[in-house]
C-alpha cells in the first residue's frame, strides 16, 4: 500500500483522549490531529517522538493530520488501525498467508457468528469457505518479538471463539495477524497483559482454528506486507471451558 502524498514528518508532544494528539512540525507549529488507533499504543506515545503523518484536504474532517507512523525501538511502526485489512488482502494476493491465494472469491466484512462481521471471506467451489479474521500488531517489549495484544480484549476473545464455532461447523478459520513493524520475525500471545485472550487464543487452536503472522515494511512512502512470521503459541493446561469475560481497558 502506497501513500497517496508524501507523509509529513513532526514530534509528537502528546497523544489523548485515544483519538488525538499534539506535535510540531518541522517548521515549528504547532498542530492538533486525529489518531486512528482507539488502542492502548503501548510503548508508541513518548513525548519526543518522531511521527510522520499524512494530510486531508476535505472540508468534513476537523483536523488536517492524521498519524501514521511512530518511531520507536529504533523502527518505524505502523499505528493506523484502518489499514490491516487492505493490506491482509494484499498479503493473501502474494501467497504470503498459506493457500489462501487460492480461492476463487474475496468479500469484505460478511455478517457471521453472535452479530459480528468477519474483515474477510473467501470462498471457492472446491475448498468452501474461509473466514478471516485480521488483527493490527504493533507491540514490542525485546528483539525480534512483537506481541498481541497490548491491553485486554474482550472483543478479540469473542472473535475467536465465532473462529471455532466456524471450524465446528465445517468451515475454515483464520486468525491473522499484521505487524507492521519492520524488526520482528516471531509473534507470541502476550498472556500477561491479557491472560483471558491467551486461553481464548489456545482454545481457537485446539478446535482448529489456523493462526499466521505476516511482517510488514514500514516506511513514510508505503507499508507493504514482507513475509510470514512465526506464531510462538502458548501452551495452557486446561482449554475444556468457555474463556472468561475478560476486563475491558478503561480510559
Given at each position: ?28 507549529t504547532r498542530i492538533t490531529g486525529s489518531c486512528p488507533n482507539t488502542g492502548s499504543m503501548r510503548g508508541l506515545t513518548s513525548p519526543g517522538s518522531a511521527i510522520w503523518l499524512s494530510e486531508h484536504d476535505s472540508p468534513t474532517r476537523k ?96 472473535h475467536l471463539e465465532e473462529l471455532g464455532d466456524m471450524v465446528e461447523a465445517g468451515h475454515r478459520a483464520i486468525m491473522l495477524y499484521l505487524v507492521q513493524r519492520n524488526d520482528c520475525g516471531v509473534l507470541r500471545i502476550c498472556r500477561d ?59
Amino acid at each position: 500500500m502506497n501513500f497517496s502524498r508524501p507523509l509529513v514528518q513532526a514530534t509528537l508532544l502528546q497523544r489523548y483522549k485515544r483519538f488525538l494528539f499534539d506535535a510540531d512540525l518541522a517548521d515549528g507549529t504547532r498542530i492538533t490531529g486525529s489518531c486512528p488507533n482507539t488502542g492502548s499504543m503501548r510503548g508508541l506515545t513518548s513525548p519526543g517522538s518522531a511521527i510522520w503523518l499524512s494530510e486531508h484536504d476535505s472540508p468534513t474532517r476537523k483536523y488536517r493530520h492524521m498519524l501514521e507512523i511512530v518511531e520507536a525501538d529504533g523502527t518505524l511502526v505502523g499505528i493506523n488501525t484502518g489499514l490491516p485489512n487492505r493490506l491482509a488482502e494484499e498479503a493473501i494476493a502474494a501467497g504470503l498467508v498459506s493457500d489462501l491465494h487460492t480461492y476463487e472469491t474475496l468479500r469484505r466484512e460478511q455478517r457471521y457468528g453472535r452479530n459480528s462481521r468477519i474483515d474477510l471471506l473467501l470462498s471457492d467451489p472446491a475448498k468452501g469457505l474461509a473466514y478471516v479474521e485480521v488483527k493490527n500488531v504493533h507491540f514490542s517489549r525485546a528483539a525480534a518479538l512483537a506481541e498481541f495484544p497490548d491491553s485486554p480484549t474482550e472483543r478479540g476473545a469473542k472473535h475467536l471463539e465465532e473462529l471455532g464455532d466456524m471450524v465446528e461447523a465445517g468451515h475454515r478459520a483464520i486468525m491473522l495477524y499484521l505487524v507492521q513493524r519492520n524488526d520482528c520475525g516471531v509473534l507470541r500471545i502476550c498472556r500477561d497483559l491479557d491472560p483471558v485472550y491467551a486461553r481464548a487464543f489456545e482454545r481457537a487452536a485446539q478446535r482448529g482454528v489456523e493462526a499466521y503472522a505476516i511482517r510488514c515494511s514500514v516506511s513514510p512512502l508505503e507499508i507493504v506486507p514482507a513475509g510470514a512470521m512465526i506464531v510462538d503459541e502458548p501452551v495452557h493446561a486446561d482449554l475444556r471451558k468457555p474463556p472468561e469475560t475478560s476486563k475491558v481497558l478503561e480510559w
